[in-house]
C-alpha cells in the first residue's frame, strides 16, 4: 500500500511563489506516475501537473511557464514548485499516485490561497 503526505501549502500573495511536497511511503516499486491536482470550491478537479518514473512530464495549459514538477527519487518526493501565482490557482492541491493499472492513492490535500 502506498502512503502520501502532502505539505507546502498557505497564503501568498498574487505574484508569489509557493513550493508543494508529497512524499511517498509504503509500496512505493508500484507507482509509474505521480500527479498534483487542484479543486476550487464549485469547480471539477483538474489535473495540474504529473510526471512519471521516467521523468516525462505534462502540465495544463493554465501553469505552462509558471509551475514545475519534480521527483526526488532518493528522497521518494515529489514537488510543485509555483510561481507568478494569480488569485485563480487558489484551490486544495492533491497529489496522487498511479500505477499501471490505475490509481493507488491520494493525498489528503493542502490549501493554497493567493490573495493581497
Known amino acids: 500500500q502506498v502512503q502520501l503526505v502532502e505539505s507546502g501549502g498557505g497564503l501568498v500573495q498574487p505574484g508569489g511563489s509557493l513550493r508543494l511536497s508529497c512524499a511517498a511511503s509504503?509500496?512505493?516499486?508500484?507507482?509509474?506516475?505521480m500527479g498534483w491536482y487542484r479543486q476550487a470550491p464549485g469547480k471539477q478537479r483538474e489535473l495540474v501537473a504529473s510526471?512519471?518514473?521516467?521523468?516525462?512530464?505534462n502540465y495544463a495549459d493554465s501553469v505552462k511557464g509558471r509551475f514545475t514538477i519534480s521527483r526526488d527519487n532518493t528522497k521518494d518526493t515529489m514537488y510543485l514548485q509555483m510561481n507568478s501565482l494569480k488569485p485563480e490557482d487558489t484551490a486544495v492541491y492533491l497529489c496522487?499516485?498511479?500505477?499501471?493499472?490505475?490509481?493507488?492513492?491520494w493525498g489528503q490535500g493542502t490549501q493554497v490561497t493567493v490573495s493581497s
Open positions: 496522487n499516485a498511479v500505477s499501471v493499472v490505475g490509481v493507488l492513492k
Open positions: 509504503g509500496s512505493i516499486f508500484s507507482i509509474y506516475a
Open positions: 510526471i512519471t518514473s521516467g521523468g516525462t512530464t
